[in-house]
């Protein structure tokens, strides 16, 4: 795939005992907007840093950029990668205008350009304030800024939004947005489903160092087991459904007038079809179908019950 | 740019952000001060004893402060340099430093410089105050005991560099930042004390009898801060003379150039195997 910035193929990686992420096949192409989600601990942190070049995979290969990083990340992959870790710490005698100079001038960027920057997440009126007086969502912007350097092919956030207000979630992922529009592959982890829904173009569900579900919003939903709940209310209490109508569908009554049919996804058409057929005995179809939540609960819902 | 020079580039940017952040963070200030108190605690009651047999105050300097260096100014080495790597990978900003183009050594050689002009200028500063104190004291000193002091003004910087050396590899070892300030205070308690006083028990018991003048010099070479000892105290007649140390300096078979190497060769491996083990250390 010509597009593809990030691919890692059968790639397991150990840490001692421990597993970081087991057999994990992952790809992200330019101007895609990736969610990585999973508990604490799942494997998502290991998944960024091997994109990084930060680790080193135990099997498996790993290919960023066209580069194969079997031993050491070159110098040009890196200047087109850009990185916000987890609980990430600034030197607090800082000021935030220098911090973001130290990184550009790793980065060979011009500091010039700076000042764009800080206006761009939001926080220029800081810029010669010490960090130590920054508040946390300020140091988080400010660690957004010098992931956008240079203005990298691959964004790696990794838990960019813990612990922010409503407003400033939003604006990140606005910025997130527009370095997508405008061709970055941006991978960002969260434990948080929630607040995905609409601002990743793709999930990678992680759980136990395993990869357990990729794919669209709507791909994932066609994965649950009984994701769309259809409740029909009859028209009367009398009505009686003949066996065979709804064909080895599954139904409920519950209540004299109501019924609730569960159906995957891929059913849904041909169910409604179904019940079209009974339109005179049916007063309203409703159909729920399920949010992140429900798509949360079944792949990660066990773990987290333990 | 070349892809040389992008690499001096990257070292020269980390060492001024490390000088910078030692400035700020009042390091330096502090280091300096404590060394120019010390120095001039010594100056101005360390003439006194001198005023009859007129011998040079400076010299007399040299022999005092030589001796509180030993303990000075690798803990103030070790301070500075044990949380350099530990703190770094548990604040994040190591694994974001090594996504940037630079590599493992770059960061070491880096820090080194920076902490070592940390180093350099409170030694300097510090020392060099008592230095000019003693001249408008009105002392008349001698050419030869300047040099004597300017030599131990420059090996102290090469012990606390050996000894931010030693703090780096302390700092890549260690499972995190308290760990790396146990491990140090340790590191400094063993070469600073307990080293002597062992060296002097197993002296004392043995009586002469089985311990060689070969093997004094080998165990004497193993600790840096006895290699600065015999740099400044047997370096200079007129210092040894004061030291006591005539004795030994007469029957250690090393030169000064030899110890210098040595003591560089302090810094040098402990930074070598620093890199070495923060280059496998998975953050």
Known sequence: MTDAVAVLANVTKRYGAQLGVSDLDFIARAGERIGLIGHNGAGKSTLIKLILGLLRPTSGRVEVLGEDLAWQTSRGVRLQMGYLPENLVFPPSMSGEEVLAFYARLKQQPVSSNRELLERVGIAHAAKRRVATYSKGMRQRLGLAQALLGTPRILLLDEPTTGLDPALREKFYQIIGEMSEAGTSVVLSSHALAELEGEVDRLVVMSNSCKVADGTVQELRRMLHDPVRIRVTLADTQIAIAPGVLGEIEWKRHGPQTMEIRCREADKMDVLRRLSSLSAAIEDIEIVTPGLDAIYTQFLGQEAAE | ?283
């Open chain 2, 1 to 283: 740019m070349t892809e040389r020079n992008y690499m001096l580039n990257a070292v020269a940017v980390i060492a001024a952000k490390e000088l910078r952040e030692g400035l700020r963070n009042r390091w330096a200030v502090s280091a300096t001060v404590i060394l120019a108190a010390v120095a001039l605690t010594i100056v101005l009651l360390g003439s006194a004893p001198t005023g009859l047999v007129r011998i040079s105050p400076l010299s007399v300097t040299v022999v005092s402060l030589s001796s509180l260096t030993i303990f000075l100014v690798p803990l103030i080495a070790l301070l500075l340099s044990y949380d350099a790597l530990a703190g770094e990978i548990e604040r994040g900003t190591m694994a974001l430093l090594l996504s940037y183009p630079v590599s493992h050594a770059q960061v070491i050689a880096g820090k080194f410089l920076g902490h070592a002009a940390i180093l350099t200028i409170a030694t300097v500063i510090g020392y060099g105050a008592a230095g000019v104190a003693l001249v408008f004291d009105g002392n008349q000193v001698e050419a030869n005991a300047w040099n004597a002091f300017s030599f131990m003004v420059g090996s102290s910087v090469l012990l606390g560099m050996a000894f931010v050396a030693l703090g780096y590899l302390v700092s890549a070892t260690a499972r995190d930042p308290r760990t790396a300030a146990g491990i140090a205070v340790g590191l400094w308690l063993f070469f600073a004390f307990i080293y002597d006083l062992a060296l002097l028990g197993l002296l004392v018991a043995d009586g002469g009898k089985h311990i060689a003048v070969s093997f004094l010099n080998v165990v004497l070479l193993a600790n840096p801060a006895d290699v600065y000892r015999l740099l400044n105290l047997t370096g200079f007649s007129n210092v040894s003379m004061f030291a006591g140390m005539t004795g030994i300096a007469g029957q250690l078979n090393v030169g000064t150039s030899f110890l210098l190497s040595t003591l560089i060769g302090w810094t040098a491996v402990p930074l070598v195997l620093a890199t070495f083990v923060f280059a496998r250390r998975e953050l």
